[in-house]
């Protein structure tokens, strides 16, 4: 596990006017999947890639576990660090195999010394190592090929995973399926994941972490749950989709609705379970209330009319100026 | 054909029968296109960085090119005399543009997305050239060499004139003593040589683009 620190990081290319990412500072806390969520000239991918030193920075530093990366040479950093990159990445006049085994090679290992890391990588990926070892690139399908580069970011069992777009080029369906994988492998190996994407939907689905970029400033950094709760601004407000009732349904806690108990109820719900979860529980069971749950003490309830009061709350000006799509849903769903 | 088919005209003893001359073909047309590559390559790896020696380099290639390969031969005589290296000096010279620019196009034609991932695996400037630009080059540099090998194994038929008997050695004999069926045999070897070899590195170059699509000759 790594943990990165970025402090004051700024990158101005000579001759443009703007610099491409602009006194930027957050942390990326070990073993979580931290989401560089931009338009592109946001400044992710160049901030991606001043971590393995692809990029320097013009001023600032980066730390890896208090470590500025300036102070290591670049070679030894990037092999010690995983990068997956959009389709394009494999080598094409190697196998699958000699594709996941490059950075053990250039480390000096022989072949067969990584076979077997080579077959338990691939099966990792969902690749049986008997089908696809001796396979070209061209040959595998675009999922397939990103599996791969997957297998050989993770070749040298690096505690940091650096992934631009790996799936931006992937059909949605395909997409999906990756995104779960990438999920749950991570949930067995904990690597500290920087991950650089433009799709929100994305950044919500992976991200424990989500940092906000645009024209190189960071607007927001936080968990979902907070970025949509307290968006700091009407950008990060307008990007993250604050108003977008399904997604508050879908990362917003029950405790957003937190009311006081008015009686006993049979149902118990974790405060920290979605909104989604509440309501459908609630409609399932039929109940009027269901008990809110933390560390097994009881913190309140929560109903259909309290469901809806909080997410009506949450827009005030919405409401003010008629635009009450989030109440209105919210009561259609309630009467219902 | 019935020249290249009589018996007598295959003694190994005989230093102008067909193996022999064939092998001294092959000896000549192998040493200059060895020779050739091994000028190529360095001179192309460092043409594709830097433009500052490309534009040089294959000027001065182009212009050796323009020589007439009889005058140049015959040029060299007084510094080497009727000995191979007259014939081979030309003939390596001439390789240089078509395999130069070959190289070059080669190698400046990976994807630099490729030689970017190789970086951030943490691949020295070294390892990039010879692990991704390199490999992935090649076939596109075999493709060069095809069109130089044919070029070189027609050229060198005038080796004769300038001491070197090989296969034009059945062309000028059979001109001077008009023997036709000589002459034939001559061409139709040559030309054999020149579609057999071909066709090897043809082979050669599909081997090496394994993986991907073959390239049609560049």
């Known amino acids: ?336 | 054909m019935s020249y290249i088919f009589d018996g007598f005209n295959w003694d190994l003893s005989d230093p102008t029968s067909i193996p022999n001359l064939l092998f001294q073909h092959l000896i000549i047309t192998g040493i200059s296109l060895a020779i050739g590559l091994l000028i190529a390559v360095p001179v192309g790896v460092l043409a594709a960085r830097y433009t500052k020696i490309y534009l040089p380099a294959i000027t001065l290639a182009g212009i050796l090119y323009t020589l007439p390969s009889l005058a140049f031969m015959a040029l060299l005589i007084p510094f080497t005399g009727l000995n191979p290296p007259t014939v081979i000096i030309p003939l390596v010279l001439y390789t240089q543009v078509v395999l130069i620019r070959n190289i070059v196009a080669a190698i400046r034609a990976v994807d630099p997305a490729l030689l970017e991932v190789g970086r951030a695996m943490g691949m020295t400037e070294r390892q990039v050239l010879f692990r991704v630009s390199f490999p992935l080059a090649l076939p596109v540099i075999v493709a060069g060499l095809r069109v130089a090998a044919v070029t070189t194994i027609g050229i060198a038929t005038i080796g004769p004139l300038f001491g070197v008997p090989d296969l034009g050695y059945l062309i000028f004999q059979g001109f001077n003593f008009r023997i036709n069926v000589q002459i034939e045999a001559g061409v139709i070897l040559v030309s054999a040589l020149a579609v057999g070899v071909d066709l090897l590195l043809l082979a050669l170059q599909s081997f090496l683009s394994r993986g991907r699509q073959v390239v049609a000759v560049a």
């Open chain 1, 1 to 336: 596990m790594a943990k990165i620190e970025f402090v004051d990081v700024s990158k101005s290319y000579p001759g443009a006017a703007k610099p491409a990412v602009d006194h930027v500072s957050f942390t990326v806390r070990e073993g979580g999947i931290c989401m560089l969520l931009g338009t592109s000239g946001s400044g992710k991918t160049t901030l991606l890639r001043m971590v393995n030193r692809l990029i320097d920075p013009t001023s600032g530093s980066i730390l890896i576990d208090g470590t500025a990366t300036t102070a290591q040479d670049p070679i030894a950093l990037r092999r010690s660090i995983g990068y997956v990159i959009q389709q394009v990445g494999l080598f094409p006049h190697l196998t699958v195999e000699e594709n996941v085994r490059v950075v053990p090679s250039i480390l000096g290992e022989s072949a067969a010394e990584s076979t077997d890391r080579v077959d338990e990588l691939l099966v990792l990926v969902g690749l049986p190592p008997q089908e696809f070892r001796k396979r070209y690139p061209r040959q595998l399908s675009g999922g397939q090929q990103q599996r791969v580069g997957l297998a050989r970011a993770l070749a040298a069992d690096p505690a940091l995973l650096l992934m631009d777009e790996p799936f931006g080029a992937l059909d949605a369906i395909t997409r999906t399926r990756m995104q779960d994988e990438l999920l749950h492998i991570q949930r067995d190996m904990h690597k500290t994941i920087l991950f650089v994407t433009h799709d929100v939907e994305e950044a919500f689905r992976l991200g424990d972490q989500i940092v906000i970029l645009t024209d190189g400033k960071l607007m927001q950094e936080g968990t979902p749950i907070e970025l949509l709760a307290s968006p700091a601004n009407d950008f990060v407000a307008q990007l993250v989709g604050a108003d977008n009732v399904v997604r508050q349904f879908e990362y917003l806690p029950v405790m957003m609705a937190l009311e006081p108990a008015t009686g006993p109820a049979r149902e118990r719900i974790s405060a920290e379970a979605p909104l989604l979860d509440g309501l459908l529980q609630l409609i399932q069971t039929g109940q009027t209330a269901l008990a809110v749950e933390e560390r097994g003490e009881m913190r309140g309830q929560v109903t259909l009319a309290s469901i809806s009061r909080a997410l009506r709350e949450r827009k005030p000006d919405a409401a003010a100026t008629g635009d009450a799509q989030p109440s209105d849903a919210a009561s259609a769903v309630a009467g219902a």
